[in-house]
């Protein structure tokens, strides 16, 4: 006997189809109706899941479209674009660019808080304007500062909104600039000293504070800019640490491919008696990443530079050690969910008549301690989205076929393990991954003689910067460890800091 044929004016929506058009983007029946007869499917309100399936996949692909269309479309007509959000006629929902957006929100903010300034959109708008006519190449959405990464702010065009913010800063009239390379780093440059700068004598590593975003302590570091745009000391600013004469003369002539946190670490070195490769290894270190106990940390310094036999490859290690020894308070469990107050091992460890020899004796036995201890807790932690990798390199005619790993520990167990095997301390980066400080990853490559272990590797979540490498007992990756990491940080958009 042949089914009669429901009505689809009989069908009744329930959960799963109301659900169902949400997904779409649909909040009506009557819109869904539409939406169907307009793309090709049936009006009927009860289909099976494979019909369901090609009206999401159908949804998906037009959204991915009209997205793709609007970028490009954002890409050609750049100026107006940028003209538009200026003056409030477009707004976030009207841009797709992460950039675009980020710049929408800080036009609409009309004021800000004290440590945030925001632009004026007359002197934006301005700005914009006479930089289009010129054809400067500061328009692409894509990041400048490499250390940075995908940092909020690491593009031209929010940079060009900090400058604007700062135009009571302003020594020459934008209207005098030009153009004078090709280069959009070295345009960039031309247009900060010819804005802010009285005598040219700011260096350049003191452009990536216009990068920074909106923070307190990006926003601190361009006052540093602006003062040493005048001709003043740049010891006069409000610094993280002090320096002295000497410091400040080597933070002033540091290189111009480290940002200025660093300039102060390489000045504070150099000041100290050390040279740049001890400067650039300790940027890799948690001494590149903050100024906190620099009392203690200056006396260390000066100790690395006062033994300059010593092979530098110890430099991390010994300054892991250190940290953990005079800071992190060791947890020790007497029952389930109870413990003793943390307190470090040696509270008051001091460099003082140290020789190098005693103090890597007493890094290897922690390394070794560490292998040993299991009093770790079982801590679990998300990935945040760094793509894996696998690299094949042979063949298995030659019998040489071989498969490069790189995957995420996402646990202290597996910190635990990687640690005993490979002889290092990674297993104290727990805390620090917990907290999506950083990410440690391990290398391992399959042959037909099985698995083994090549480099641990540590990746600061942040500026999504390969910053660590180091292999069984600490030591350096060699070169084909390094290109495999190379294609890699290709792959998932890392950068490698050149101090790893």
């Not at 260096?203 to 909106?214: E, L």
């Amino acid at each position: 006997m042949r089914r009669k044929k429901v009505s689809s004016a009989t069908e009744q929506p329930d959960a799963e189809f109301l659900s169902h058009i949400s997904g779409l983007g649909i909040s009506t029946v009557e819109e869904y109706q539409d939406w169907c007869g307009r793309n090709g499917f049936s009006r009927r309100l009860i289909k099976n899941w494979r019909q369901r399936c090609r009206e999401r996949s159908h949804s998906q692909a037009a959204v991915a479209q009209e997205r793709l269309d609007r970028q490009k479309r954002e890409k050609k007509n750049h100026v107006q674009v940028l003209q538009g959000v200026c003056a409030g006629e477009l707004t976030e929902a009207d841009v797709s660019q992460p950039h675009l957006k980020r710049l929408c929100e800080i036009v609409r903010l009309a004021q800000g808080s004290k440590q945030q300034r925001h632009a004026n959109q007359q002197v934006l708008q301005r700005l914009l304007t006479h930089l289009a006519k010129c054809r400067a190449k500061f328009f692409d959405g894509s990041p400048v500062i490499a250390s940075l990464g995908l940092l909020p702010g690491n593009t031209f065009v929010e940079a060009l909104a900090m400058v604007a913010a700062h135009a009571d800063a302003w020594q020459r009239p934008i209207e005098q600039w030009k153009p004078r390379s090709r280069s959009a780093t070295r345009q960039f440059s031309s247009l900060l000293r010819h804005l802010f700068v009285l005598y040219d004598d700011v260096p350049a590593f003191f452009d990536a504070v216009w990068f920074a975003g909106r923070g307190k302590d990006a926003s601190e570091r361009r006052k540093w800019f602006l003062h040493v745009g005048r001709g003043l000391n740049i010891r006069k600013c409000q610094l993280p640490i002090p320096l002295t004469k000497k410091m400040a003369h080597h933070l002033m002539h540091a290189p111009s491919d480290i940002t200025i946190d660093q300039a102060i670490r390489w000045g504070q070195v150099h000041g100290l008696g050390g040279d740049e490769r001890l400067a650039r290894i300790l940027f890799g270190t948690r001494l590149g990443e903050g100024f906190e106990h620099d009392d203690f940390w200056s006396s260390v310094i000066r100790w690395f530079a006062a033994n300059p036999m010593l092979d530098r490859a110890h430099v991390g290690p010994i300054v892991d050690y250190l940290h953990h020894q005079r800071f992190v308070g060791e947890e020790t469990y007497i029952a389930p969910g109870r413990r003793l107050d943390a307190v470090p091992a040696q509270p008051n460890l001091s460099m003082k008549g140290r020789t190098p020899e005693t103090l890597l004796q007493q890094v290897n036995a922690w390394h070794r301690s560490l292998a040993e201890d299991n009093r770790y807790q079982i801590r679990q932690w998300p990935s945040l989205g760094i793509r894996g990798f696998e690299f094949l390199e042979g063949s298995h005619q030659s019998r040489n076929l071989k498969c490069w790993r790189i995957r995420e520990l996402l646990s202290t167990k597996a910190l635990v393990t990687e640690g005993r095997q490979m002889r290092h301390c990674v297993a104290t980066y727990a805390s620090s991954c917990a907290r999506g400080h950083c990410s440690i990853w391990t290398m391992e490559v399959e042959s037909y003689e099985g698995v083994s272990k090549a480099v641990t590797i540590e990746v600061r979540n942040n500026s999504r910067q390969i910053c660590q490498i180091r292999g069984k007992a600490n030591r350096s990756a060699n070169s084909k460890e390094r290109n495999v990491i190379l294609r890699w940080a290709e792959s998932a958009g890392l950068q490698i800091s050149s101090y790893a």
